[in-house]
């Protein structure tokens, strides 16, 4: 049977499995500390707050050190995990290049199944979470979410054959996220309150499954090719990802100019630097919500992150919307960092439900600079070397994201007790370092598009992978 080249189902059903459970994960770690600490119930109730209920200035001193346990158990999650995954990223999305970009989307697919079955098993027998530690410790060796995304993004550049279309098909695969995380989103709270948490893990998995099997067995490859020095340990071709990881992020520099290389870097610090704030901040909202004085219910979770999620769909519109209208890369990114730091800004001092929910709003534009950037670097970037950008950018993404957790949560857990707002300030403020290089890039004048690409046939020396089917993809036409 021929395979299908569209990677969207699994990054949809992917994000679907991944938003209905995300949301509970924090929650379950909460309701469990709290357990443990109080030697009674989590309060649950079926008005807005539960603060009205649980007043007492004991309950509120419950809530703090609460609040701190569990800002210092994600610490600890995400710390052991961040170095396996940052090593098998920069391997596997690297050798995608020749090997081909399906294992770099069915190794991480994997280890999420991995991850969730350890959760509902924690929750089904209720054993103890610092399981759940060992659980992110062995499912990070067989990649994580950047793993993923870098070997999808990767895929879609294979298939894509100008600018404007690889632009829209990376935000396609962000709206994508959006969409079906915020219809798991929305289903969350209900979900836990009619059936607890088994079956919202039980669900995932399930779900998890069958992305496996379509991955697996209807998902084509884009790269034919077969990598032909590959060497063979234990039936794993080890030595040469490390090989061609290395022999990729070469030659990504080797042959380019002077100023191409200097544009490359000043994006991807723009890439990391804005990804660093964003998701340090964006990573402690639902805490946040559970914290006095909103003590959010489950339900009100579900709400907030179905309503954080459109910002996918938004950002997509908005980035269709400038590309059509022919506006500068560059502008389309300070649009969308401006978005974060006014966003966070007026998160920091949302004390009632109401400004919770209308703080989403400057918000909506905040994803719009992850796929113009990565598609503005993927324009320097030959197409023999797409996955080596793409492992350079996964690893730097998932390196962010974990120190950002640590970073972030140290904080939140230092200053909740006077000031549970700082880190969304903090992350505002930082915000100034991707504008700051923003400017520079803007200052050199480049326009990435025309003056700093490489020629592809001239570095490669190799025809297109996907040309012969590129003409009969749907999605191309």
């Not at 079926?46 to 009205?52: E, G, L």
């Not at 995608?96 to 970009?101: A, E, I, L």
């Not at 991807?268 to 340090?280: A, H, P, R």
Request: aromatic content about 12%.
């Amino acid at each position: 049977m021929k395979g299908l080249y569209l990677v969207e189902p699994v990054v949809a059903l992917y994000a679907f499995s991944s938003f209905l459970i995300y949301p509970l994960i924090q929650q379950y770690v909460y309701r469990t500390l709290w357990q443990q600490m109080t030697n009674t119930t989590f309060p649950i109730s079926d008005n807005t707050s539960r603060c009205a209920a649980n007043s007492s200035g004991n309950q509120s001193s419950y809530h703090k050190e609460v609040q701190r346990q569990a800002s210092l158990f994600s610490l600890y999650s995400e710390l052991l995990s961040t170095i396996p995954s940052l090593a098998v990223t920069l391997m596997l999305v690297a050798y995608s290049d020749r090997g081909g970009r399906k294992i770099t989307i069915i190794m991480p697919l994997i280890g999420t199944l991995i991850y969730t079955l350890a959760f509902l098993t924690v929750s089904y027998f209720e054993l103890s979470i610092y399981l759940l530690i060992g659980a992110s410790l062995l499912s990070s060796l067989f990649g994580g979410l950047s793993t993923f995304l870098g070997g999808c993004f990767a895929y879609v550049v294979d298939l894509c054959k100008d600018d404007r279309q690889r632009t829209l098909r990376m935000a396609g695969l962000d709206m994508m996220i959006g969409l079906l995380s915020g219809v798991a989103s929305i289903s969350t709270g209900y979900f836990l309150r009619a059936a607890g948490f088994n079956w919202p893990f039980a669900t995932a998995a399930l779900c998890q499954c069958l992305i496996l099997l379509y991955a697996i067995f209807i998902l084509e490859e884009t790269v034919k090719k077969p990598p032909t020095d590959a060497v063979v340990v234990d039936g794993a071709p080890q030595h040469t990802a490390l090989k061609q990881m290395i022999y990729g992020v070469y030659q990504m520099f080797a042959g380019a100019s002077c100023r191409s290389k200097t544009v490359l870097i000043l994006l991807i610090l723009i890439f990391t630097s804005f990804s660093f704030v964003y998701m340090g901040g964006i990573s402690l909202v639902t805490l946040y919500e559970l914290n006095e004085p909103l003590c959010w219910t489950e339900i009100l979770i579900g709400y907030g992150s179905a309503l954080s999620s459109t910002v996918f769909l938004t950002s997509f519109v908005g980035v269709s919307a400038f590309t059509y209208c022919g506006m500068p890369s560059l502008l389309i990114v300070l649009i969308g960092i401006l978005s974060v730091m006014a966003g966070m800004a007026l998160l920091a001092f949302a004390k009632t439900t109401l400004l919770m929910f209308v703080v989403r709003v400057p918000l909506l534009l905040s994803i719009m600079p992850f796929p113009v950037l990565r598609s503005m670097m993927s324009k320097i970037i030959s197409k023999s070397e797409q996955g080596a950008l793409f492992a350079c950018l996964s690893f730097l993404e998932s390196l962010t994201t974990n120190v950002a957790g640590a970073v972030f949560n140290s904080v939140y857990a230092a200053t909740v007790a006077w000031f549970p707002g700082f880190v969304f300030l903090l992350s505002a403020g930082l915000c100034a370092i991707p504008l700051f290089v923003l400017g520079v890039v803007g200052l050199i004048g480049v326009d990435v598009t025309k003056e700093v690409r490489k020629p592809e046939a001239a570095i490669s020396g190799e025809e297109d992978p996907v040309d012969d089917h590129n003409d009969n993809n749907p999605l191309l036409t």
